[in-house]
């Protein structure tokens, strides 16, 4: 057997039936638990994106904590992701995406209130939270271990998976069918601009991000809904595709091969969690660094991330593989992304595209050596926090190296490993994020009277 079987058999292990049903299954639990949050309060929380007071303690803005967190998620599992996923399980798969990332808003939520609730400060007086710290601070010092285990698998997610890898594969892919750049420089250039931003810690990864994502994200679903408009009149018949493939495993006229429904269910469910990172427990660790004072009021702004992430990203680069038709041919990962742009926009469209990814990959690379150095500083102390970022920087470095393939099945492995521990702790202290919400909620409707009595 060789390495290439072997990853692939771990990975289906991992991600097997019990991971699958966890995660969604949390990400309903919540859902009922908490009243359908993710559709009755997400107004609410869209609106604190811009109105939060900032008023409590932490290391940065609310919107900050969001764009580092935001920065993290939106890169090539928006672009790439989705690609793969579509490849392998057929549009079906994007219905299963929707699906994890519904339920996921409210495994979200859970996340950044919890964040909030139990964050603390390192030796250096830096904010530090995440589910190392709800583990220990809410479930108490016996379950130390289990929040060793997550600190462990978050630093190989930001060294192996997500943070690195896949990021610089997709980056070195694009600009190198763009442009014909050798994939050793540009790993050489990307390792570069890393560093000088990830040594100067998590205020100078959120200046970049909170200028970057906002920017990239609004260029981006531009660009797909020229698509979209371009072919405007197949939208109905691209959506009925979806929800038929999701349940029948049958893909589009003249056939796809190995679309079955039980590939479009993992694909959809795995692609959309790489994506969104619902239940991973890596945008909590993000989100503990908010200036606020209200748990659930974090949990409300972390939760907008799936919803942009998923809902919005994933839907319109799914919709533009699947409408244009270029799912069906043999290309695969960001080359298929960019065929689909170029069909509708033949000179643009492909550049426009490699700006997008890189600039997202760029990103997401950032808001990862930031989980990784408070995963490692969780084990390690403060004081060794340079030693993470250079391991982190020698990374991006090798990810020029290696093949699409064997990336994605790493950063399924260790992503999967993440989250287990995470999901765990999640419904421990789910009474936590119930009470937690209600006192929040209570305290709105006092603030809502109180408001009507003065105009009175």
């Known amino acids: 057997m060789d390495f290439l079987k072997l990853l692939n058999s771990i990975d289906s292990l991992v991600w097997g039936p019990p991971l699958l049903v966890l995660l969604v299954g949390t990400g309903i639990y919540f ?3 908490l009243g359908l949050i993710q559709i009755i309060k997400l107004p609410k929380a869209l609106k604190l994106i811009f109105k939060a007071e900032n008023s409590g303690s932490g290391d940065i803005s609310s919107f900050g904590a969001l764009c580092t967190a935001l920065a993290a998620t939106i890169g090539t599992g928006n672009i790439v992701g989705v690609a793969t996923a579509i490849k392998a ?5 994007l219905f299963w995406m929707w699906l994890a990332a519904f339920f996921g808003m409210a495994t979200k939520y859970s996340e950044g209130l919890l964040a909030i609730k139990f964050r603390t400060k390192d030796s250096k007086g830096q904010v530090s939270g995440g589910p190392m710290y709800y583990i220990v601070n809410g479930m ?4 130390k271990p289990l929040a060793i285990f997550f ?4 630093i190989l997610v930001a060294l192996l998976g997500i943070g690195t890898f896949s990021q610089v594969n997709s980056i070195t892919d694009a600009v190198n069918s763009s442009f014909g750049i050798d994939p050793k420089i540009i790993g050489v250039v990307l390792a570069v601009l890393v560093a000088l931003v990830v040594f100067g810690g998590l205020q100078s990864i ?3 991000a909170t200028k970057i994502v906002p920017f990239m994200t609004v260029i981006y679903i531009a660009i797909c809904l020229v698509i979209l408009v371009a072919s405007y009149k197949l939208i109905p018949q691209t959506f009925s595709l979806i929800f038929t493939s999701a349940f029948t495993g049958k893909a589009a006229s003249g056939g796809f091969l190995g679309a079955t429904v039980a590939m479009a269910i993992r694909n959809g469910i795995a692609r959309g969690v790489f994506s969104n990172e619902s239940g991973l427990g890596s945008a909590p660790i993000a989100a503990a660094a908010a200036k606020t004072q209200w748990p659930a009021e974090q949990g409300l702004i972390s939760m907008t991330g799936t919803f942009i992430d998923s ?3 994933c839907t319109l680069t799914g919709v533009s593989l699947i409408i244009t038709g270029v799912w069906q041919g043999d290309l695969n990962g960001a080359v298929m992304t960019q065929a689909a742009f170029a069909s509708v926009l033949p000179n643009i469209g492909p ?9 997202f990959a760029f990103t997401t690379i950032l808001g990862w050596s930031y989980y990784g150095e408070r995963c490692f500083e969780f084990l390690f102390g403060a004081n060794k926090i340079n030693i993470f970022r250079c391991l982190f920087v020698a990374m991006v470095l090798l990810g020029a190296f290696l093949k699409l393939e064997m990336v994605w099945v790493i950063a399924d492995i260790v992503n999967g490993l993440m989250a287990l521990p995470n999901l765990i702790a999640l419904l421990a202290l789910s009474p936590v994020v119930v009470s937690e919400t209600k006192l929040y909620m209570n305290n709105l409707k006092s603030l809502n009277k109180s408001k009507k009595q003065e105009i009175i």
């Open 140 to 143: 108490g010092e016996k379950w």
């Open 151 to 154: 600190a462990i698998s978050g």
């Open 206 to 208: 959120s200046n970049v």
């Open 31 to 33: 859902t009922i638990r």
């Open 351 to 359: 550049l426009f595209l490699t700006l997008s990814l890189s600039l």
């Open 311 to 313: 809902i919005i990203i």
């Open 89 to 93: 399980g057929g549009p079906g798969a």
